[in-house]
């Protein structure tokens, strides 16, 4: 296949599994979800950012995610600020008896009690799931510009941009990750984007370096 089909094919696995996961993972039992998606619904409802607190007693539904950048909230409140997610208190329906963290014989590691009666297509599981696929083309940037980093910094061995794009896309944590509503999915690609124009940067200047040096 051409170097262009594989990676199509990379990135068409890589959203296809990303998918799955924000589709089939239970509402609010991503990694630190319980938290990230208050944000957004604070965000979509019109209010300001959070005034941040010392007192985690005193902090809201969002915990520390609220002083974290905001862009990745802004940006999932301007995809779902039309749906009504009033039911946000009764879906966000803690276990006070979860073992977060902690391998237990009962194995009580649900962070959230889900009702099978909440419908998945309104209110908050939708907003929730909306966002997910949102981070999940996040998660495909992130795998496009690994492989363009790896293009860029070795641009004669092919198979070093695939490879690094592949076990991106394929690291089952990585995936996981991405099909969660959590700021890391745009953090991420931002920090690879500015990896990638570094590089290129870099070359620019030993090109024309080597190109004064050549003329000296």
């Known amino acids: ?3 262009k089909r594989w990676i199509v094919l990379i990135l068409a696995l890589f959203i296809l599994l990303g998918t ?6 239970p509402v609010f ?3 630190d979800e319980l938290w990230h998606y208050p944000m957004v619904r604070h965000l979509a409802d019109g209010n300001p950012l959070p005034v941040q607190v010392f007192d985690p007693a005193l902090a ?3 915990n520390q995610e609220a002083s974290q950048p905001p862009l990745y909230y802004y940006l999932a409140a301007g995809l779902t600020f039309w749906i009504d997610t009033s039911d946000m208190e009764v879906v966000r329906w ?3 008896h979860v073992d977060n963290g902690i391998i237990t014989a009962d194995g009580n590691n649900n962070l959230a009690i889900h009702n099978p009666a909440w419908s ?3 209110g908050t599981l939708l907003a929730v799931r909306i966002v997910r696929l949102f981070s999940v083309l996040l998660g495909a940037a992130t ?3 690994t492989y363009r980093i790896g293009r860029e910094a070795v ?4 198979e070093i941009g695939l490879g690094a794009a592949a076990v991106n896309a394929f690291m089952p944590m990585f995936i996981f990750i991405s099909g969660a509503v959590n700021n890391d999915n745009l953090a991420i690609p931002l920090a690879s984007l500015a990896l990638l124009l570094l590089i290129r940067m870099i070359s620019v200047q030993c090109s024309v370096l080597s190109g004064q040096w050549s003329v000296v």
Not at 20 to 25: C, D, F, G, L, P
Not at 155 to 158: A, I
């Open 29 to 31: 039992e991503a990694s």
């Open 60 to 62: 809201g539904p969002w």
């Open 143 to 145: 795998v496009y510009l």
């Open 20 to 25: 799955i996961y924000a589709v089939t993972t």
């Open 155 to 158: 641009p004669d061995r092919l």
């Open 1 to 3: 296949m051409t170097e």
């Open 94 to 96: 803690l276990n006070p």
């Open 120 to 122: 998945r297509l309104q």
